[in-house]
Protein backbone atom coordinates (compact mmCIF):
# COMPACT_ATOMS: atom_id res chain seq x y z
CA UNK A 1 0.00 0.00 0.00
CA UNK A 2 0.55 3.58 0.09
CA UNK A 3 3.55 4.88 2.06
CA UNK A 4 4.68 8.45 3.40
CA UNK A 5 7.51 8.27 4.68
CA UNK A 6 7.65 11.13 7.78
CA UNK A 7 11.60 12.40 9.21
CA UNK A 8 13.18 12.43 11.72
CA UNK A 9 10.35 10.90 14.28
CA UNK A 10 11.75 12.98 17.29
CA UNK A 11 13.89 15.90 17.62
CA UNK A 12 14.84 17.98 20.32
CA UNK A 13 15.86 21.64 19.31
CA UNK A 14 17.06 24.71 21.73
CA UNK A 15 15.17 27.87 21.47
CA UNK A 16 15.37 29.98 18.69
CA UNK A 17 16.39 27.89 16.16
CA UNK A 18 15.05 25.91 13.19
CA UNK A 19 14.26 22.62 12.51
CA UNK A 20 13.15 21.22 9.05
CA UNK A 21 10.62 18.20 8.92
CA UNK A 22 10.52 16.21 5.29
CA UNK A 23 7.75 14.25 4.49
CA UNK A 24 8.38 11.85 1.48
CA UNK A 25 5.89 9.48 -0.44
CA UNK A 26 7.64 6.75 -1.22
CA UNK A 27 5.61 4.80 -4.31
CA UNK A 28 3.20 7.31 -5.15
CA UNK A 29 3.21 11.24 -6.46
CA UNK A 30 1.57 13.64 -4.05
CA UNK A 31 0.71 16.77 -5.89
CA UNK A 32 -1.17 18.11 -2.36
CA UNK A 33 0.65 16.91 0.76
CA UNK A 34 -1.25 18.20 4.12
CA UNK A 35 0.73 19.27 7.51
CA UNK A 36 -1.22 18.46 10.91
CA UNK A 37 -0.19 19.49 14.47
CA UNK A 38 -1.43 17.42 17.21
CA UNK A 39 -1.35 18.79 21.20
CA UNK A 40 -1.34 15.99 23.96
CA UNK A 41 -5.07 14.54 24.42
CA UNK A 42 -6.10 16.65 21.30
CA UNK A 43 -7.52 16.11 18.06
CA UNK A 44 -5.57 16.76 14.68
CA UNK A 45 -5.53 20.47 13.56
CA UNK A 46 -4.57 21.31 10.12
CA UNK A 47 -1.95 24.02 9.82
CA UNK A 48 -1.52 24.72 6.27
CA UNK A 49 -2.15 22.66 2.74
CA UNK A 50 0.90 22.11 0.76
CA UNK A 51 0.88 22.26 -2.94
CA UNK A 52 3.65 21.39 -5.07
CA UNK A 53 4.66 24.02 -7.33
CA UNK A 54 2.78 26.18 -5.68
CA UNK A 55 2.72 28.03 -2.40
CA UNK A 56 0.80 26.58 0.63
CA UNK A 57 -2.38 27.43 1.90
CA UNK A 58 -2.33 28.31 5.89
CA UNK A 59 -5.31 27.63 7.80
CA UNK A 60 -5.73 30.77 9.84
CA UNK A 61 -4.09 31.59 13.00
CA UNK A 62 -1.49 29.65 11.51
CA UNK A 63 2.26 31.84 10.80
CA UNK A 64 2.95 31.83 7.38
CA UNK A 65 6.30 33.32 7.93
CA UNK A 66 6.64 31.00 11.51
CA UNK A 67 6.12 27.86 9.18
CA UNK A 68 7.54 27.46 5.99
CA UNK A 69 6.32 24.85 3.47
CA UNK A 70 8.68 23.65 0.75
CA UNK A 71 6.53 21.31 -2.05
CA UNK A 72 9.54 21.16 -4.54
CA UNK A 73 8.59 17.66 -6.00
CA UNK A 74 5.64 15.53 -6.38
CA UNK A 75 7.21 13.23 -3.36
CA UNK A 76 8.87 15.61 -0.94
CA UNK A 77 7.14 18.54 1.01
CA UNK A 78 8.93 19.71 4.22
CA UNK A 79 7.84 22.11 6.94
CA UNK A 80 10.73 24.00 8.48
CA UNK A 81 9.69 25.76 11.88
CA UNK A 82 11.58 28.76 12.58
CA UNK A 83 12.66 30.88 15.54
CA UNK A 84 11.07 27.91 17.68
CA UNK A 85 10.00 28.63 20.90
CA UNK A 86 8.56 25.90 23.65
CA UNK A 87 5.13 26.34 22.57
CA UNK A 88 5.88 25.63 19.43
CA UNK A 89 6.69 21.80 21.01
CA UNK A 90 4.36 19.34 19.61
CA UNK A 91 3.71 16.11 17.60
CA UNK A 92 3.89 17.44 13.73
CA UNK A 93 2.18 15.25 11.55
CA UNK A 94 1.93 15.07 7.52
CA UNK A 95 -0.39 13.15 5.30
CA UNK A 96 -1.08 12.61 1.47
CA UNK A 97 -3.93 11.26 -1.06
CA UNK A 98 -2.43 8.58 -2.80
CA UNK A 99 -5.26 7.52 -4.85
CA UNK A 100 -9.23 8.22 -5.15
CA UNK A 101 -11.25 9.81 -2.42
CA UNK A 102 -12.08 6.02 -1.23
CA UNK A 103 -8.88 5.36 -0.28
CA UNK A 104 -8.33 7.80 2.37
CA UNK A 105 -5.76 9.64 3.43
CA UNK A 106 -2.03 7.96 4.39
CA UNK A 107 -0.35 9.52 7.05
CA UNK A 108 3.20 9.93 8.21
CA UNK A 109 4.55 8.57 11.42
CA UNK A 110 4.82 11.83 12.91
CA UNK A 111 7.18 13.72 14.66
CA UNK A 112 7.75 14.71 17.85
CA UNK A 113 9.71 18.00 18.30
CA UNK A 114 10.19 19.50 22.08
CA UNK A 115 11.58 23.00 22.27
CA UNK A 116 13.88 23.57 25.13
CA UNK B 1 -20.39 26.74 14.01
CA UNK B 2 -19.08 23.72 12.35
CA UNK B 3 -18.67 20.74 14.77
CA UNK B 4 -17.35 16.93 14.85
CA UNK B 5 -17.64 15.24 18.51
CA UNK B 6 -16.77 11.46 19.58
CA UNK B 7 -19.27 11.46 22.84
CA UNK B 8 -16.99 9.37 24.43
CA UNK B 9 -13.19 10.23 25.59
CA UNK B 10 -12.76 6.47 26.34
CA UNK B 11 -14.34 3.76 26.32
CA UNK B 12 -13.29 0.29 28.09
CA UNK B 13 -14.83 -3.13 27.53
CA UNK B 14 -14.05 -6.80 28.23
CA UNK B 15 -12.54 -8.49 25.12
CA UNK B 16 -14.88 -10.31 22.81
CA UNK B 17 -17.53 -7.80 23.15
CA UNK B 18 -18.73 -5.31 20.18
CA UNK B 19 -17.49 -1.85 20.98
CA UNK B 20 -19.58 0.62 19.40
CA UNK B 21 -18.09 4.59 18.93
CA UNK B 22 -19.86 7.27 18.12
CA UNK B 23 -19.44 10.56 15.86
CA UNK B 24 -21.63 13.53 15.35
CA UNK B 25 -21.31 16.59 13.72
CA UNK B 26 -23.12 20.26 13.19
CA UNK B 27 -22.59 22.18 10.10
CA UNK B 28 -21.43 19.97 7.64
CA UNK B 29 -22.81 18.41 4.72
CA UNK B 30 -19.93 15.87 3.43
CA UNK B 31 -19.84 14.05 0.76
CA UNK B 32 -18.06 10.78 2.88
CA UNK B 33 -16.63 10.55 6.42
CA UNK B 34 -13.72 8.31 7.40
CA UNK B 35 -12.58 6.54 10.27
CA UNK B 36 -8.76 6.30 11.23
CA UNK B 37 -6.99 4.55 14.02
CA UNK B 38 -4.00 6.43 15.82
CA UNK B 39 -1.56 4.42 17.87
CA UNK B 40 0.68 6.10 20.55
CA UNK B 41 3.35 8.32 19.08
CA UNK B 42 1.83 7.39 15.50
CA UNK B 43 0.48 8.85 12.52
CA UNK B 44 -3.54 7.94 11.77
CA UNK B 45 -3.73 4.82 10.16
CA UNK B 46 -7.59 4.78 7.38
CA UNK B 47 -9.43 2.26 8.66
CA UNK B 48 -12.42 2.66 6.53
CA UNK B 49 -14.50 5.30 4.23
CA UNK B 50 -18.46 5.67 4.10
CA UNK B 51 -20.39 8.09 1.28
CA UNK B 52 -23.18 10.00 2.05
CA UNK B 53 -25.31 7.33 0.11
CA UNK B 54 -24.18 4.76 2.07
CA UNK B 55 -25.37 3.80 4.76
CA UNK B 56 -23.40 0.81 6.19
CA UNK B 57 -20.23 -0.81 5.34
CA UNK B 58 -17.98 -3.44 6.51
CA UNK B 59 -14.50 -4.40 6.66
CA UNK B 60 -13.71 -8.08 8.78
CA UNK B 61 -14.53 -7.49 12.08
CA UNK B 62 -15.47 -2.94 11.73
CA UNK B 63 -18.29 -1.80 10.77
CA UNK B 64 -19.51 1.97 10.08
CA UNK B 65 -23.07 3.24 9.56
CA UNK B 66 -23.55 6.64 8.35
CA UNK B 67 -26.74 8.61 9.01
CA UNK B 68 -26.89 11.73 7.16
CA UNK B 69 -29.98 13.16 9.00
CA UNK B 70 -29.15 12.25 12.55
CA UNK B 71 -25.81 13.38 11.28
CA UNK B 72 -23.99 10.62 12.97
CA UNK B 73 -21.68 7.55 12.17
CA UNK B 74 -21.29 4.44 14.49
CA UNK B 75 -17.65 2.65 14.07
CA UNK B 76 -18.54 -1.25 15.62
CA UNK B 77 -15.43 -3.34 16.25
CA UNK B 78 -17.05 -7.18 17.38
CA UNK B 79 -15.22 -9.87 18.92
CA UNK B 80 -12.75 -7.12 20.31
CA UNK B 81 -9.18 -7.85 21.15
CA UNK B 82 -6.60 -6.49 23.13
CA UNK B 83 -4.96 -5.38 19.84
CA UNK B 84 -8.02 -2.95 19.36
CA UNK B 85 -6.82 -1.12 21.86
CA UNK B 86 -6.18 2.42 20.99
CA UNK B 87 -7.72 6.20 19.54
CA UNK B 88 -10.22 5.91 16.91
CA UNK B 89 -11.09 9.10 14.94
CA UNK B 90 -13.69 10.04 12.57
CA UNK B 91 -13.05 12.77 10.18
CA UNK B 92 -14.57 14.63 7.31
CA UNK B 93 -13.36 16.09 4.22
CA UNK B 94 -13.88 19.78 3.44
CA UNK B 95 -13.90 20.84 0.08
CA UNK B 96 -14.78 17.98 -1.66
CA UNK B 97 -13.13 14.89 -2.91
CA UNK B 98 -9.92 16.22 -2.38
CA UNK B 99 -10.13 18.50 0.27
CA UNK B 100 -8.32 18.86 3.66
CA UNK B 101 -9.98 16.22 6.78
CA UNK B 102 -11.54 17.88 9.63
CA UNK B 103 -10.56 15.52 13.03
CA UNK B 104 -12.55 14.30 15.98
CA UNK B 105 -10.86 14.16 19.22
CA UNK B 106 -11.06 10.78 19.36
CA UNK B 107 -12.04 8.29 21.72
CA UNK B 108 -9.57 6.03 23.45
CA UNK B 109 -10.52 2.25 23.50
CA UNK B 110 -9.30 -0.12 25.69
CA UNK B 111 -10.28 -4.20 25.28
CA UNK B 112 -9.14 -5.90 28.76
CA UNK B 113 -8.50 -9.19 28.40
Not at chain 1, 24 to 32: E, G, K, N, V, Y
Not at chain 1, 93 to 100: N, V
Not at chain 2, 1 to 10: G, R
Request: with cysteine; proline share 3%.
Amino acid sequence: GAVVSQHPSRVICKSGTSVKIECRSLDFQATTMFWYRQFPKQSLMLMATSNEGSKATYEQGVEKDKFLINHASLTLSTLTVTSAHPEDSSFYICSALSGGSGDGYTFGSGTRLTVV
Amino acid sequence: SQKIEQNSEALNIQEGKTATLTCNYTNYSPAYLQWYRQDPGRGPVFLLLIRENEKEKRKERLKVTFDTTLKQSLFHITASQPADSATYLCALAQGGSQGNLIFGKGTKLSVKP
